[in-house]
């Protein structure tokens, strides 16, 4: 056998210090001899073995191929992540004792635990698409977390709340197909950026915003959903909803088709918990587990049995207990307090999971037997993430977005291989993932506009190298993708045409950029 690997730690203050942050480095030693992935990325590591069994990561200097010694741990920390750099790590605080909890995630059980290993774990809640990574505000603080997240809460003990991060900063990010973006702000206000040509930034006009800019009469929204179409709609602290934007279908739910530029208020809902936008057409849950739905129904997306489309919400037949509710291009899926999964409407390419290519005008359960905690519906394709946090898809897999390897379309869920998962994210042709281990977030399917995060315009079949680390929220658009980081900025990466990105240009970027303004 060969030598054992050493190694060697250091401390510093990291990026959030005032809020008792500290990064963690591991001064890696070489091993010889690896035995070394042959995909490799430039820039990035890859899975390696040296002696003694020891695993580790090898940069890789250049495409296909790794140069130089095999990197690898004082400990033992199992397979290596190959999308991750080498010294790239989450920030822990090392002097909490090991499994110090720190609830980030909604609900008054802790969600998350952040151990000393750099270990992000969050078991989420079942909603559709976002896992919401903030505590209640009024939940116990922990003595014993080292991150203070957005949500008016004294997350560490320290007597203050939100400290580290900007004034009324943002809680939730949403990217819309339609190249739009918005982001809700604690306080309850929203705000939106890009493509705005029938007034879906909400601000009262039609002119296109390459930063940031308020939704007009917005101050106390908890929920923000743009879809495929030139929409977007926001739950409000009292259960009420608002819409604005195009409604050549009736999808503002106003009894109108009439276009509106600032938000108007859906008809007759009222204690809505979560709500939806597809390309035409909407729905929301109400608390006693109905589902409501809205706009065109030309191919039953609105589950009312029908193909008649509808300017105010219709209840959806068959589904009483739904907990969360996402929709697609012609398409609808809703998470039911069971674990299980019911879609309806168009189901080209196998979209509805039931194992089948038939349209369905009510609800059918996703052939699966599995129990599920999220569920997110791209154009023709669905994701959902399971109880163990594995990543499943079915659908249209034409630019792999179903993350199996494959571009063959599939009419029951498939698995990806090889992460754990705590949000997962479809996009119009392509899916992003958050990952469990540190927050990363990876992604797959459709590139040609640098939606992948990964530097080039090329497509994916499997989740690529991580766009970035340590994100608190994730949102999959169209040809862009956005995600909160736990220092409350947002990031979003790839076509840039009408602003969506919010960085002040029309530049497509391959890489994350910073939304000014925010």
């Not at 750099?118 to 209640?136: L, N, Y």
């Amino acid at each position: 056998m060969g030598p054992k690997c050493s190694s060697s730690r250091a401390a510093w203050p990291g990026p959030g210090a005032s809020a008792g942050w500290v990064m963690v480095a591991v001064a890696l030693a070489a091993c010889s001899a690896p035995t070394v992935d042959p995909v490799c990325e430039a820039g990035r590591s890859v899975e390696c073995t040296g002696p003694g069994g020891c695993r580790g990561a090898q940069v890789c200097e250049r495409d296909g191929a790794a140069w130089g010694t095999c990197q690898c741990p004082d400990v033992d920390v199992g397979p290596v992540d190959a999308s991750v750099p080498r010294d790239a790590h989450v920030d822990i605080d090392t002097s909490a004792p090991p499994d110090a909890g720190i609830d980030v995630g909604p609900g008054d059980a802790p969600d998350a635990t952040v151990t000393t290993d750099a270990a992000i774990e969050d078991a989420g809640t079942r909603d559709a698409g976002t896992d919401a990574t903030f505590p209640d505000a009024g939940s116990a603080c922990d003595a014993g977390s080292a991150v203070e997240l957005c949500n008016g809460v004294d997350d560490d003990c320290d007597g203050l709340a939100d400290e580290s991060l900007p004034s009324d900063c943002v809680v939730s990010v949403t990217a819309a197909r339609n190249s739009f973006t918005c982001a809700t702000r604690i306080s309850g206000a929203v705000a939106c950026w890009g493509r705005n040509v029938l007034g879906e930034l909400g601000d009262g006009t039609t002119s296109v915003r390459w930063t940031p800019v308020s939704v007009v009469g917005l101050s106390d929204a908890v929920e923000v959903a743009a879809g495929i179409g030139a929409f977007a709609c926001a739950r409000r602290r009292a259960g009420t909803v608002v819409c604005w934007g195009a409604n050549d279908s009736g999808q503002l739910g106003d009894g109108t088709t009439t276009p509106r530029a600032v938000p108007v208020a859906v008809a007759g809902l009222s204690d809505v918990v979560a709500v939806a936008a597809g390309t035409q057409h909407a729905c929301a849950v109400a608390s006693t587990g109905t589902v409501y739905c809205w706009g065109a129904n030309g191919y039953g997306q609105l589950g009312d049995g029908t193909t008649v489309s509808r300017s105010a919400p219709t209840p959806v037949s068959g589904v009483a207990d739904a907990v969360a509710v996402t929709a697609g291009y012609h398409h609808t899926c809703a998470l039911r307090s069971t674990g299980g999964i019911s879609c309806w409407g168009r189901n080209v390419a196998g979209a509805l999971g039931d194992g089948t290519l038939v349209d369905r005008l009510t609800a059918v359960p996703v052939d699966a037997g599995l129990e599920w905690t999220l569920v997110t519906a791209g154009s023709s394709h669905t994701c959902a993430l399971d109880s163990s946090r594995m990543v499943w898809c079915w659908g249209f897999n034409s630019s792999g977005q179903l993350g199996n390897g494959t571009t063959t379309d599939s009419t029951r869920p498939t698995p990806i291989i090889g992460v754990s998962a705590v949000e997962v994210s479809a996009g119009l042709e392509h899916t992003c993932l958050r990952l469990a281990s540190n927050g990363g977030v990876r992604c797959w399917g459709l590139g040609s506009s640098g939606q992948l995060g990964t530097g080039m315009r090329t497509n994916r079949s499997t989740p690529g190298p991580n766009a970035v680390l340590g994100a608190a929220d994730l949102s999959s658009g169209g040809g862009h993708t956005c995600a909160l980081l736990l220092d409350g900025s947002v990031q979003c990466w790839g076509e840039n045409g009408f602003g969506e990105l919010g960085d002040g240009t029309f530049t497509d970027r391959l890489m994350p950029t910073v939304v000014v303004g925010l």
